[in-house]
């Protein structure tokens, strides 16, 4: 795509955009930055979020975190400028084949573990998008021959046109980010356009145990490969007698696979079918898979003191991905709930902390709402910041007790992001005298 002579203004100056003016200047494109909270960043300066600032564009290319119908953006849209998704931008640049894999839950884990599975095996890959690096600034070390595994979140994906995964997987999709996407139905529709522009040629991984994934089959022209943890399914992954079977053919054990949890399981069948598609074989693939070490905040264990485990799910950041989280254990829980909510329906989690949980410890701005619909299940202890929980948590659990953060809810209340509340909690927990 050659943008030379064109006007183009880039939305939201956090890494993703400040990724994709610095594409954009490469391509010798005439390239303004805009944010909310103009600030110096070396090199260009930031203009304010104002309409003055998007005068004369070609061109709007949003950041992820940059809602797509903000007034100035629909002003300009129609005044007729196009706009796009820092996502969609990368990829009229991006050299090699892309595997795009989006979900509400388990994408950063399947993302890993699919970059894993290639490189193991010598199949040149790079992995980023809404995990580590942003598409933009996969660009300068994209080649012919590569693979470019993407996590794709339904921000990335809302604002794409022709975006275009060889691959594309899409895990589950359960209520989360209404707070932006307003209806399951548009949250829904925002990653089916993974799919839209696939060809006779790509394929599309879907979970058939998740009726919208199942739904995805129809969109492109791509043929479906499923996953399912619940039945025999074919072309695909299945588990049948404790092993995970790829088209007919067992291919490891569950209990080899080193990662907690039935949905890790699903997130490894996944995986497992993508870079056997990619042209890995079974037992390549078995092999990685045991050398997978996991992905920080994602169920990650941080510390066993006093016969108390202490596990990092910062991650989970919806109530799907907290059940998931507390499925993987056996009981014993103390759960450290709370953040920002975004328009989430807590009461589901009442029956699991029912069974498994001494009880949840709440923090941030959700916690009145959590306190509300889990009422009268376990004892729901009001602890506001992460550092009274933490402490709350180390006077109350026992030996053989599990202390679990997650959340179920955004960080922006009182962090940057959940890497920077994980990375708090597991300061916290190993500070632990």
């Known amino acids: 795509m050659n943008l030379k002579g064109s006007k183009v203004v880039v ?18 494109v005439d390239v303004r930055a805009v944010d909310q909270n103009p600030a110096a960043i070396p090199g260009f300066d930031v203009l304010p979020q104002a309409e003055e600032s998007f005068a004369g564009a070609d061109l709007i290319v949003l950041s992820p975190g940059v ?22 931008l990368a990829s009229w640049y991006l050299q090699g084949e892309i595997i795009g894999i989006t979900g509400a839950n388990g994408k950063t884990t399947t993302t890993a573990l699919t970059g894993h599975i290639l490189r193991e095996n010598g199949v040149p890959v790079q992995v980023g998008g809404n995990i580590g690096t942003p598409p933009a600034a996969m660009v300068k070390t994209s080649r012919a ?26 895990l589950n999709v359960t209520p989360d980010h209404l707070d932006r996407h307003g209806t399951m139905e548009h949250y829904a529709a925002a990653k089916g356009r993974l799919f839209l522009e696939q060809a006779g040629a790509d394929f599309k991984v879907l979970n058939a145990d998740d009726p919208i994934c199942q739904s995805y089959a129809g969109l492109g022209h791509s043929p479906a490969v499923w996953f399912s943890s619940t039945r025999e ?35 490894t069948m996944a995986a497992a079918a993508m870079a056997n598609l990619a042209g890995v074989t079974y037992e390549q693939i078995r092999a990685a898979v045991m050398t997978f070490p996991g992905v ?30 507390i499925a993987a254990f056996d009981g014993g829980l103390w759960v450290i709930l709370g953040g920002k909510d975004k328009n989430s329906d807590y009461s589901a989690l009442a029956a699991p902390l029912r069974v498994k949980a001494h009880g949840a410890l709440l923090i941030g701005a959700a916690a009145d709402k959590i306190e509300a ?61």
Not at 149 to 166: G, K, N
Not at 302 to 321: E, L, P
């Open 11 to 28: 939305v939201g100056m956090a890494r993703s955009g400040v990724a994709a003016v610095e594409l954009l200047r490469e391509q010798g």
């Open 373 to 433: 619909q889990l009422r009268g299940t376990v004892p729901l202890l009001r602890a506001g910041t992460i550092e009274a929980a933490v402490a709350e948590a180390s006077a109350r659990a026992k030996t053989g007790d599990t202390v679990l953060l997650a959340p179920a809810c955004a960080s922006f209340d009182q962090f940057q992001n959940f890497e920077h509340r994980g990375r708090e909690f597991k300061r916290l927990v190993k500070e632990l005298p």
């Open 296 to 325: 920080e905040h994602r169920l990650e264990f941080v510390r066993q003191r006093a016969g108390v485990a202490w596990y990092n799910d910062s991650k989970a950041t919806n109530v799907d991905a907290t059940l998931k989280a």
């Open 233 to 267: 399914i074919s072309p695909g992954a299945f588990l049948s007698g404790g092993e995970i079977v790829l088209n007919g053919t067992p291919v490891m054990k569950s209990a080899e696979v080193p990662l907690r949890g039935l949905h890790n399981l699903e997130n």
């Open 145 to 170: 021959g590569q693979w470019n595994v993407l996590e794709l979140s339904s921000f990335q994906l809302e604002t794409t046109i022709s975006f275009r995964a060889h691959i594309g997987a899409a």
């Open 67 to 88: 809602p797509a119908d903000l007034d100035v953006i629909t002003k300009a849209r129609n005044r007729g400028v196009r706009v796009i998704g820092d996502l969609e």
